[in-house]
Structure formats: structure tokens, C-alpha cells
């Protein structure tokens, strides 16, 4: 497909579980974010790749949270031990651009977690 | 630290008429980019338009029209003659690279219910 993809598109889990989210950004794209959506808010960085460098995980809220992209185009973020607060939806976006990401981004249709 | 301001929670109005979405914007930034993404009920964000810090001509694009004001920190949008089409959440996103590095900060979204 010509968009972003991300998988699965909704994900239940037991808190304590572990959770992995699957993102495949539009080939090509240098640039690859991951947000975090709560409900009626807007998108709130996580994490940033350059290829395969993560060059900005300022936005990751604890240790639990970890994103990886070894060849530089699928992206994972991995939640471990989950908790109820970690209940949103995870959005992926990628961007053709080098850093800064000044361009438009292009936006996948998000993973919505739910962790009872 | 930047910030971005969506005042308005939802806005509803009647089919054709005029409605304006205001952004108010905070960063210590001299060169910085302004976003305006829609997330229509499907959930992707889609791009609408982008605008650098140097460059205040208004921007027109069929139904929709962008204010940019440096002297109030402002980026508004406003659409002309509403269609039902333009019910979405519209969020308005702010990018410089000095002080917020590779991130992205959105708004927390104003809601457009247009009605037949």
C-alpha cells in the first residue's frame, strides 16, 4: 500500500502483559515518529528514528516503553508490564525529510490499546 | 517551552456556513514551522497545510484559508461555506528545531460538528 500501516488496529491486553505494536512506514521514508493519543487530546511525541538511529526518545513516558527499527523502515514499540494508564492509541507517522521534521507527516490510522 | 492553544473544544454549525478554527502558539524559537492536521472519524491524520516562521502571507486553498500573525502567535483557519464533509477533529501543531528538537507538539484538537 502507498500509506503508513500500522498493526494490529486494536489490542486488549491484562495489565502486567507485555504489548507489540507493528508500524510500517511509507517506503522511502527517512523519518519515523511514534505518538501517543489519549482520548480527546492530541498527538504527544514519544519517539523519533532517522533510519535506523533512534535519535529522540525524550517522549517515552517510563522504561517500559521501547521502540526499535533495525533496517531502518518497520518500527516496534513494545510496552511492557502494561497499566491501565497506558490506554490510548499509538500512532506511527513517517516523513521523507532528514532532521529537523519540518515537512508534513504522514500519518498511519493508529493502534488503539486497552489494557484492562 | 513550546505550546500550542486550541481554545475551542467543538464548534457545530450549519452547513455552508463560515467557521474559523483559532491556534495560538508559545516557542522561544526564531525559525519554526506551524501545522494544521484534520483526523477525520476513520483516525489518520491527514496534512493540510504548513507554514515557516518567516513567511506571514495569508494562504488560501480552495475552501480553506490560513491566518498566520507573528504579532499575536497566532495561525488560524477558517473554512468557508462548511460541507458535512469538514466534521473532524482539526488539530493545529508547532515544530522548531532550537529548543524542541525533533518533536512535533500538537494541540489538544477542536472538534467541528458541520450539520446537514
Known amino acids: 500500500g502507498a500509506g503508513v500501516s500500522q498493526s494490529p488496529r486494536y489490542k486488549v491486553a491484562k495489565r502486567g502483559q507485555d504489548v507489540a505494536l507493528r508500524c510500517d512506514p511509507i517506503?522511502?521514508?527517512?523519518?519515523l515518529f511514534w505518538y501517543q493519543q489519549a482520548l480527546g487530546q492530541g498527538p504527544e511525541f514519544l519517539t523519533y528514528?532517522?533510519?535506523?538511529?533512534?535519535?529522540?526518545k525524550s517522549g517515552l513516558p517510563s522504561d517500559r516503553f521501547f521502540a526499535e527499527r533495525p533496517e531502518g523502515s518497520v518500527s516496534t514499540l513494545k510496552i511492557q508490564r502494561t497499566q491501565q494508564e497506558d490506554s490510548a492509541v499509538y500512532l506511527c507517522?513517517?516523513?521523507?525529510?532528514?532532521?529537523?521534521?519540518?515537512?508534513?507527516?504522514?500519518f498511519g490510522p493508529g493502534t488503539r490499546l486497552t489494557v484492562l | 517551552a513550546q505550546k500550542v492553544t486550541q481554545a475551542q473544544t467543538e464548534i457545530s454549525v450549519v452547513e455552508k456556513e463560515d467557521v474559523t478554527l483559532d491556534c495560538v502558539y508559545e516557542?522561544?524559537?526564531?525559525?519554526?514551522?506551524l501545522f494544521w492536521y484534520k483526523q477525520p472519524p476513520s483516525g489518520e491524520l491527514v496534512f493540510l497545510i504548513r507554514?515557516?516562521?518567516?513567511?506571514?502571507q495569508n494562504e488560501i486553498s480552495g475552501r480553506y484559508s490560513w491566518n498566520f500573525q507573528k504579532s499575536t502567535s497566532s495561525f488560524n483557519f477558517t473554512i468557508t461555506a462548511s460541507q458535512v464533509v469538514d466534521s473532524a477533529v482539526y488539530f493545529c501543531?508547532?515544530?522548531?528545531?532550537?529548543?524542541?528538537?525533533?518533536?512535533?507538539?500538537f494541540g489538544a484538537g477542536t472538534r467541528l460538528f458541520v450539520k446537514a
Open positions: 507517522a513517517s516523513s521523507l525529510s532528514r532532521p529537523p521534521p519540518y515537512n508534513e507527516q504522514f
Open positions: 517506503s522511502g521514508h527517512v523519518s
Open positions: 528514528f532517522q533510519n535506523e538511529a533512534q535519535l529522540d
Open positions: 516557542t522561544r524559537d526564531t525559525t519554526y514551522y
Open positions: 507554514r515557516n516562521s518567516f513567511d506571514e
Open positions: 501543531a508547532l515544530s522548531g528545531f532550537e529548543t524542541g528538537g525533533f518533536k512535533t507538539i
